[in-house]
């Protein structure tokens, strides 16, 4: 079922810079029910939460020639709360620790 829908994401967004229609392809559902599935879901308050460590993946598999910082900063993904209730970028090393974290068993 997602499989078909990255596909057609896939798509819509190799030459497009818009990333709304992929969005509104992929249900939020489909995210939670992997995460909760695979007890993946983050309990505890995190720098990159787990629901967007997903997205974080499944962009990654879209736009295989960009790097980890380049999807994040098209996703806005890059952005955490600091304690200052301030936001700032998200190191690299967040995004590598976010996705290995998350495994690859909610996308399998």
Same mark, same amino acid.
């Given at each position: 079922?997602?499989? +078909?829908?990255?596909?057609?994401?896939?798509? !819509?967004?190799?030459?497009? !810079?818009?990333?709304?229609?992929?969005?509104?392809? *992929?249900?939020?559902?489909?995210?939670?029910?992997?995460?909760?599935? !695979?007890?993946?879901?983050? *309990?505890?308050?995190?720098? =990159? $939460?787990? +629901?967007?460590?997903?997205? =974080?993946? *499944?962009?990654?598999?879209?736009?295989?020639?960009?790097? *980890?910082?380049?999807?994040?900063?098209?996703?806005?993904?890059? =952005? +955490? $709360?600091?304690?200052?209730?301030?936001?700032?970028?998200?190191? $690299?090393?967040? =995004? !590598?620790?976010?996705?290995?974290?998350?495994?690859?068993? $909610?996308?399998?």
């Amino acid at each position: 079922m997602l499989a +078909q829908e990255l596909v057609l994401a896939h798509e !819509t967004i190799e030459d497009a !810079t818009d990333y709304e229609s992929v969005v509104n392809a *992929i249900q939020l559902e489909w995210i939670e029910q992997a995460l909760h599935d !695979t007890s993946k879901a983050s *309990i505890r308050r995190r720098r =990159l $939460p787990a +629901q967007q460590a997903v997205w =974080l993946v *499944i962009w990654m598999g879209l736009q295989r020639n960009k790097s *980890i910082k380049e999807v994040c900063s098209s996703l806005d993904l890059a =952005l +955490q $709360p600091k304690p200052q209730d301030a936001w700032s970028r998200v190191a $690299p090393s967040v =995004l !590598t620790d976010s996705r290995r974290r998350l495994d690859e068993a $909610p996308l399998a």
